[in-house]
């Protein structure tokens, strides 16, 4: 881990401290700063089994909002910082990479133990869900808690935000903060808030580095650079360490042997000149590594307080330091006299626009840079958290890095995340860089004739490399990704940002909703989508109109269930919850979604943010454990009056939601499942059907002979050569007796009708002498699926007495109805004509229920809670918002 293992070493040199008793005896308050990248699990409120379903935001904002409150009862100010450097063209930093390889590793060990064992992952696995960050902005932002979001250097700008603001600390779990010796260095990761009212961590003595180390204090930023880190990396020591007699590798040596063996070599040196010591190492100065030898350490002394001093400038803002030269690059003059750029659309005057100038980008690719007053104000927004951080990588450099999320590597079921969404940064890249107007003047120019000699010929076309770690490409190389413009004139970015008119508004939100493939009328009508709603409708549908089948339909109600779910914003009910059945696909369309999400607040600033932030934060539409807990409930429920714990207003709400969704889609949801009976014996016979069930052999098995047995009964049997050499596929016969395979869109196992067949056969109740077909036809639709049988070899096989392993939910905890078994016994007693009585009157009396409410809704205009509640307590509860559901039998 290179410069790490220092921090490592000196863990057990910690003190255990209170912050809130160090802040009494500080007069006005006591003022740290908080390196967020160290404690993302802390300020998630500590560790909770569920932060594998998604994320749990309302625990998260309630945690955060006590932590508020006690800093402000002990005064103790927060300035809490986030990590939004990007990498410098054309590479990834070494540690990116890494981190991203562990990651990967703990995704793949909690799924597989989701799937073994249905359980939360262990602590150990922990892994930051998706969309932590921008909850954590968008929450310390509500609390009015200062945050502060890196652009070059993450340490290097947090120990200087310290020194310039002179706080009194840092709070952080980096090595390279013991280089730079704060004021006071406290630990991060040991950050507890007690119910004794104390926020206890460790305190780390790094004034008295040198002494714990043996190392004069004028070589300590030497011994740090050859520990390995950033611009010299460790493989680039190899050599060197050989030589200090450590043969292994340099992962597999514990931190403290290679410590005191680098320590030690620095102090044997007869002077603290760094030539002297690159001669010393490396054996010639013209080495590669000397030089960069040369930069790790001024990079050090840069975080130093003396080194800080000597670089700073005289407006006191600290020059960006490349690292590549180490020479100071000067950051553009502040011009808070002139213009305040940290404000969007309306928050802009007209006039103040005319002040703007600059040149902060270089482009290689047929694309002109973004404007200067563009960069500017994303600059100062992303330096105070106000705007997504890819937002500042894709105007200055062009490129940027996509985390390992919560999915599988192979993608059995669901696609690869980054790429599914990658039309949405697609259409951003193209706004960003005003690509349809450049084409339009370029189109212009050469119908009048003006066209100039030095102009490209080829139309404007701007390219993102995007750096996605996956098992093919482990940050091996960037993905070049074109800009592609959207389907009608955009305005240009300028436009969309500073325009003050209505239409511009207009133009901002549409140019949103475009990108989300969501720019149809429901959307904006908050009687069907409501405005703290829309981030998510819009994800939904953004999903439900790609080529690819991901989502079925009790998937899509049981997410419209969680956000207009009474149980959403109690953090306390939430927490005590208990979720049976956790599964692997729950857990990974629980990241797909919050990816969208933060694909759609990228594609939100990036139009100038038409949606306002305080209603596109996630804790008012999403919580991953009850996600999770509506999932597994969906999958038993009969309808979606169940499915909502039998609130009326809730259904009427999911439904109207549901249209705005798929509002001129022709819509085709994912297969459900197929028949585990069906699974059981496809995957012992082989073929098709065989990899429903990992566990069981494929293929025909030609081998050694077996055969299979239920319940101590031979069922099949089958040996080596006995099969017929002509084109049998199967080496028995097979054979469904009495089983009609379930809909596509079924909650179940059982028939959902969709919106446009309606109530299938109700044109045809009339006419029954219609035909042996129309009498068929009803039959299949209105009558219960019997229970499935299976023939193999003669002997017939029910479903009860192979054994499943359905997931069992608590009746006394989710309302599951019984196991549709039971629901088939109860059927058997009853005869062929009183099945066919009692179905053919609940059908007659659904439908009018049905079109009551249908015509209430319409004559009543928007939707208002009261009129729907009163409307459905009118009609029985049990035909309410059944009408895309099969009747009750």
């Given at each position: 881990?290179?410069?790490?293992?220092?921090?490592?070493?000196?863990?057990?040199?910690?003190?255990?401290?209170?912050?809130?008793?160090?802040?009494?005896?500080?007069?006005?308050?006591?003022?740290?700063?908080?390196?967020?990248?160290?404690?993302?699990?802390?300020?998630?409120?500590?560790?909770?089994?569920?932060?594998?379903?998604?994320?749990?935001?309302?625990?998260?904002?309630?945690?955060?909002?006590?932590?508020?409150?006690?800093?402000?009862?002990?005064?103790?100010?927060?300035?809490?910082?986030?990590?939004?450097?990007?990498?410098?063209?054309?590479?990834?930093?070494?540690?990116?990479?890494?981190?991203?390889?562990?990651?990967?590793?703990?995704?793949?060990?909690?799924?597989?133990?989701?799937?073994?064992?249905?359980?939360?992952?262990?602590?150990?696995?922990?892994?930051?869900?998706?969309?932590?960050?921008?909850?954590?902005?968008?929450?310390?932002?509500?609390?009015?808690?200062?945050?502060?979001?890196?652009?070059?250097?993450?340490?290097?700008?947090?120990?200087?935000?310290?020194?310039?603001?002179?706080?009194?600390?840092?709070?952080?779990?980096?090595?390279?903060?013991?280089?730079?010796?704060?004021?006071?260095?406290?630990?991060?990761?040991?950050?507890?808030?007690?119910?004794?009212?104390?926020?206890?961590?460790?305190?780390?003595?790094?004034?008295?580095?040198?002494?714990?180390?043996?190392?004069?204090?004028?070589?300590?930023?030497?011994?740090?650079?050859?520990?390995?880190?950033?611009?010299?990396?460790?493989?680039?020591?190899?050599?060197?360490?050989?030589?200090?007699?450590?043969?292994?590798?340099?992962?597999?040596?514990?931190?403290?042997?290679?410590?005191?063996?680098?320590?030690?070599?620095?102090?044997?040196?007869?002077?603290?000149?760094?030539?002297?010591?690159?001669?010393?190492?490396?054996?010639?100065?013209?080495?590669?590594?000397?030089?960069?030898?040369?930069?790790?350490?001024?990079?050090?002394?840069?975080?130093?307080?003396?080194?800080?001093?000597?670089?700073?400038?005289?407006?006191?803002?600290?020059?960006?330091?490349?690292?590549?030269?180490?020479?100071?690059?000067?950051?553009?003059?502040?011009?808070?006299?002139?213009?305040?750029?940290?404000?969007?659309?309306?928050?802009?005057?007209?006039?103040?626009?005319?002040h703007c100038g600059g040149k902060i980008v270089q482009s290689d690719d047929n694309c002109p840079p973004a404007p200067a007053e563009v960069l500017r104000t994303c600059a100062e927004r992303h330096t105070r958290g106000l705007m997504h951080p890819q937002m500042l990588s894709i105007l200055t450099h062009r490129q940027i890095t996509l985390p390992v999320l919560m999915e599988d590597d192979n993608h059995r079921e669901i696609p690869s995340i980054h790429h599914f969404f990658r039309p949405v940064r697609q259409n951003v890249y193209a706004i960003l860089y005003n690509m349809h107007h450049h084409r339009f003047m370029a189109q212009k120019a050469k119908e009048e004739g003006s066209t100039s000699a030095s102009s490209n010929e080829k139309p404007c076309q701007v390219q993102v490399s995007e750096w996605i770690y996956s098992r093919v490409n482990p940050g091996k190389a960037a993905e070049l990704v074109p800009g592609v413009i959207l389907d009608w004139p955009v305005p240009t970015v300028q436009r969309l940002w500073f325009g003050t008119a209505q239409d511009d508004k207009c133009r901002r939100m549409r140019a949103f909703l475009s990108c989300m493939r969501s720019d149809t009328p429901l959307m904006l009508n908050t009687s069907y989508v409501p405005q703290h709603l829309l981030i998510l409708a819009t994800v939904l549908r953004f999903i439900m109109t790609s080529q690819i089948q991901i989502l079925r339909r009790q998937e899509l109600d049981a997410f419209l269930a969680t956000a207009f779910s009474n149980d959403l914003m109690n953090a306390l009910h939430l927490q005590e919850m208990t979720v049976n059945g956790i599964s692997s696909r729950g857990v990974q369309l629980s990241a797909l979604v919050m990816a969208g999400a933060e694909a759609a607040l990228l594609a939100n600033d990036a139009c100038g943010a038409p949606v306002p932030w305080l209603v596109a934060a996630p804790w008012l539409y999403f919580d991953g454990k009850l996600l999770q807990r509506n999932l597994h409930r969906a999958a038993h429920c009969k309808h979606l009056a169940q499915l909502c714990d039998n609130h009326l207003d809730t259904v009427v709400k999911v439904e109207r939601m549901r249209k705005a969704i798929l509002e001129g889609l022709e819509v085709e949801f994912a297969l459900p499942p197929l028949p585990l009976v069906a699974g059981v014996v496809g995957g012992a016979l082989g073929g098709s059907l065989g990899g429903q069930l990992g566990g069981w052999g494929r293929g025909r098995g030609r081998g050694a002979g077996a055969r299979l047995e239920i319940a101590g009964v031979v069922v099949g049997q089958w040996g080596g050569g006995s099969y017929p050499s002509r084109t049998q596929r199967y080496p028995q016969q097979v054979s469904y007796v009495g089983y009609t395979p379930p809909p596509r869109n079924a909650y179940g196992g059982r028939g959902w009708r969709g919106a446009r067949g309606g109530r299938g056969g109700r044109g045809s109740r009339g006419a029954r002498g219609a035909g042996r077909g129309a009498r068929r036809t009803r039959r299949e639709h209105d009558e219960p699926l019997r229970p499935a049988t299976i023939t193999v070899n003669g002997k017939t096989v029910r479903p009860e007495d192979i054994g499943t392993h359905g997931d069992d939910g608590s009746p006394h905890e989710d309302n599951v109805i019984p196991d549709e078994a039971e629901g088939s016994q109860a059927q058997k007693a009853k005869s062929g004509k009183n099945i066919k009585k009692n179905v053919g009157k609940g059908k007659k009396k659904g439908t009018g229920q049905k079109t009551d409410v249908a015509q209430s809704l319409e004559a009543n205009g928007p939707l208002d809670k009261n009129k729907a509640v009163d409307v459905c307590h009118n009609a029985e509860k049990e035909h309410i918002g059944q009408g895309d559901a099969p009747e009750p039998n």
């Open positions: 881990m290179g410069i790490q293992d220092l921090q490592t070493f000196l863990e057990n040199e910690g003190v255990g401290v209170d912050l809130f008793r160090i802040a009494r005896n500080h007069a006005g308050g006591f003022r740290l700063v908080l390196d967020a990248e160290g404690c993302l699990d802390r300020l998630y409120g500590g560790y909770f089994s569920d932060w594998a379903c998604g994320g749990q935001w309302a625990r998260c904002v309630q945690f955060l909002t006590t932590l508020s409150q006690a800093l402000a009862e002990h005064q103790v100010a927060l300035c809490v910082c986030f990590n939004g450097s990007h990498p410098t063209p054309p590479a990834v930093p070494q540690q990116w990479i890494q981190t991203q390889s562990t990651y990967r590793q703990r995704v793949n060990s909690v799924l597989r133990h989701i799937v073994t064992k249905g359980t939360p992952p262990p602590k150990v696995w922990w892994v930051p869900p998706t969309g932590l960050h921008s909850c954590l902005r968008t929450a310390l932002r509500y609390l009015n808690i200062p945050v502060m979001v890196s652009s070059d250097d993450h340490c290097q700008e947090v120990v200087g935000l310290c020194r310039e603001k002179t706080y009194a600390g840092l709070v952080g779990c980096s090595g390279e903060y013991l280089v730079f010796q704060p004021p006071r260095y406290f630990s991060s990761s040991q950050l507890k808030l007690t119910y004794r009212s104390s926020l206890e961590t460790k305190e780390y003595m790094v004034h008295e580095l040198p002494k714990v180390l043996d190392v004069p204090q004028d070589r300590l930023c030497l011994m740090a650079a050859l520990l390995g880190g950033t611009i010299l990396s460790e493989q680039s020591l190899q050599d060197f360490y050989k030589r200090l007699g450590i043969s292994q590798k340099k992962q597999q040596v514990p931190p403290e042997t290679l410590i005191k063996a680098i320590c030690q070599f620095v102090r044997e040196l007869p002077s603290a000149d760094v030539d002297a010591a690159c001669i010393e190492i490396f054996g010639d100065l013209n080495d590669l590594r000397a030089a960069k030898l040369k930069q790790a350490v001024q990079y050090y002394l840069n975080g130093t307080k003396d080194g800080f001093l000597k670089y700073r400038t005289a407006s006191g803002r600290r020059p960006k330091t490349n690292k590549k030269n180490n020479k100071p690059e000067m950051s553009p003059p502040s011009t808070s006299g002139d213009m305040d750029t940290t404000r969007l659309a309306t928050e802009t005057s007209e006039h103040e626009m005319a």
